[in-house]
């Protein structure tokens, strides 16, 4: 089955670069997700990318992925106090006959210092 | 549309009491979801749906759990009888089946289970 990781903590200063990684094992046509979770709220997603592209940017953030490595990155410039949240990263594998469950990463805690 | 709504935002219960999580989809979706999110585990894929047929409730923890969707716009996870280990955030989620598409969350609903 699916299985996607990634390290539970990450620690920045305010206004540096946050990377969070992810790993993931299906190796079929795949949608990749970044969620981020506030205290208290619901999912909200960020970004997504499908695994026929290497690249996303979108403002401050941007999707890496490695597909030989089955390696999935986040990065966000000049990260804000308002950035702390824990940030998931999933995988949907599509096949073209509709969709499967998403399978969801433990979660990355960012912790700002200030 | 306004977005996923589950329902009660929170819910304390006793051991052995029934609780009913509710869940209204975005219309026009015709995927939903149910995810359990704790500390330890992280989130998982309890059940979900598609056009209101459950498809894969392997992620069902137990015969405890039991989930219905009687038509497009309601979905109930029902847990009887509860235990504190079934304390968690639970989340449901709808999706619309096209390529490029993605999963919108509610806010979760937290149970406790004293």
């Known amino acids: 089955g699916e299985d996607v990781e990634q390290s539970l903590f990450l620690s920045v200063r305010e206004g540096d670069s946050s990377v969070i990684n992810c790993t993931y094992t299906d190796s079929s046509s795949t949608y990749l997700y970044w969620y981020k979770q506030e205290p208290g709220a619901g999912l909200q997603l960020l970004t997504y990318?499908?695994?026929?592209?290497d690249m996303k940017q979108d403002q401050r953030l941007t999707v890496l992925l490695n597909k030989k490595d089955k390696h999935l990155s986040l990065r966000i410039a000049d990260t804000q106090t308002g950035d702390s949240a824990i940030y998931f990263c999933?995988?949907?594998?599509?096949?073209?006959?509709?969709?499967?469950?998403?399978?969801f990463g433990k979660g990355t805690h960012l912790i700002i210092q200030p | 549309d306004a977005g996923v709504i589950q329902s009660p935002r929170h819910e304390v219960t006793e051991m052995g009491q029934e609780v009913t999580l509710r869940c209204k989809p975005i219309s026009g979706h015709d995927y939903l979801f149910w995810y359990r999110q704790t500390m330890m585990r992280g989130l998982e894929l309890l059940i979900y749906?598609?056009?209101?047929?459950?498809?894969?409730d392997s992620g069902m923890p137990e015969d405890r759990f039991s989930a219905k969707m009687p038509n497009a716009s309601f979905s109930t996870l029902k847990i009887q009888p509860s235990e504190p280990r079934d304390s968690a955030v639970y989340f449901c989620a709808s999706l619309l089946s096209q390529e490029g598409t993605e999963a919108f969350f509610g806010q979760g609903t937290r149970l406790t289970v004293v």
């Open positions: 999933a995988e949907l594998p599509y096949s073209g006959g509709g969709a499967d469950g998403l399978t």
């Open positions: 990318i499908f695994s026929n592209m």
């Open positions: 749906f598609n056009n209101n047929v459950p498809i894969d």
